[in-house]
């Protein structure tokens, strides 16, 4: 099975450092770039869903890759901001791409590990039988969820889309009668290798929106302090950073191994690490305690932020643009967090 195409999409309205920090003036400017390590972040607009944004960046893949849609027999939707409880967003997004009626199309409820999931699922749907090309999408908009004075959550996410063709093989590429072929984009391929995934929900609250779900439907306006003095609002995201950090630091090094193990590979056969940009400071530590050069290992969010489950294919999509992977290239991705969930494959670029 192999990635044949990625594209993303970023909303339109850019929220800059010197913005947020004009909110917050016992911060500044250095301080949060130097943390987290994000200069800027793309905010959905108040009337843009996750569906919206999804749907451009299915889009752009299509025109950059000269994809059509009636190639396209399954939709997965990676999200946890749905346009509706019911129906799929999928569902939704079939129609709106115009996607054939005979293809399957659902929604699954992860974030930061979310990219990986959805390869793995893809992966088996088309060595089943189920499907031939699988359209892997992801969308968030975390910053709806968050409070505005929780300037830690604001400084460090951003929304986006990303989106992904994952096929038993290369597609002919389809050129519609508007756009000259060589403007489109070659065709990729990228085979996925064999996976890695874990959970842990017992930590299941240091990452949460407590309300708006069955278990809690109507907002509570409760407000708690939690051990380290942050603010946890039951109707806006709560993250314990700290707890998080240390099931990174706990499970990440054990999932390498194992999915190392999987691929019957040692570490010095990855030329590239892609991992789930979360924030600078975690990455970094992440890259020492699993001892992975800094020539090899991906660390770029400053103009995005952590788009959640669309970081590691807005990563591979720029890694690709600069050169820094391409034919000939094995290249781990890895993501980890809400769940708490985690998971890794190898990708082998032909």
Not at 18 to 35: C, I, N, Q, R, T
Not at 173 to 198: K, Q, R
Not at 339 to 350: A, D, N, P, Y
Request: aromatic share 8%; net charge negative.
């Amino acid at each position: 099975m192999y990635i044949t195409a990625i594209s993303y999409y970023l909303p339109e309205r850019v929220m800059t450092n010197e913005e947020l920090v004009s909110e917050f003036p016992e911060w500044s400017v250095e301080k949060v770039a130097k943390k987290v390590g994000v200069n800027s972040r793309h905010l959905a607009a108040p009337d843009e869903t996750a569906g919206d944004m999804a749907e451009k960046a299915a889009r752009r893949l299509f025109d950059e890759y000269g994809i059509s849609p009636q190639d396209i027999d399954f939709v997965l939707l990676c999200t946890q901001s749905p346009d509706y409880h019911l129906p799929s967003t999928a569902c939704l997004l079939q129609h709106r791409l115009g996607i054939p009626t005979t293809a399957g199309a659902l929604d699954y409820d992860l974030a930061c590990s979310g990219c990986i999931y959805g390869l793995a699922l893809a992966k088996g749907l088309i060595a089943a039988g189920i499907a031939h090309n699988v359209l892997l999408l992801t969308a968030e908009t975390y910053n709806k969820y968050i409070h505005p004075s929780d300037k830690s959550n604001r400084a460090i996410f951003g929304d986006g889309a990303a989106a992904c063709l994952i096929s038993a093989k290369s597609i002919v590429p389809f050129t519609p009668p508007s756009l000259p072929s060589h403007s489109l984009l070659t065709p990729l391929s990228i085979e996925i290798g064999n996976f890695a995934l874990g959970t842990d929900g017992a930590g299941a609250n240091n990452l949460i929106v407590k309300t708006g779900g069955s278990r809690q439907p109507s907002p509570t306006g409760i407000v708690t302090e939690d051990e380290e003095g942050h603010e946890w609002r039951d109707d806006n995201l709560y993250m314990n950073g700290s707890a998080i950090f240390n099931f990174t630091l706990d499970a990440v090094p054990a999932m390498m191994e194992r999915v190392l193990q999987a691929n019957g590979m040692t570490k010095d056969q990855v030329d590239y690490y892609v991992f789930h940009q979360a924030n600078k400071f975690m990455l970094d530590t992440l890259r020492m305690v699993c001892q992975l050069p800094k020539d090899k290992f991906y660390i770029d969010l400053s103009t995005t932020g952590n788009t959640v489950s669309s970081s590691v294919l807005i990563a591979l999509r720029d890694c690709l643009d600069r050169q820094l992977i391409g034919p000939g290239s094995t290249v781990m991705v890895a993501g980890f967090g809400t769940g708490l969930s985690l998971g890794s494959t190898i990708l082998k670029f032909q």
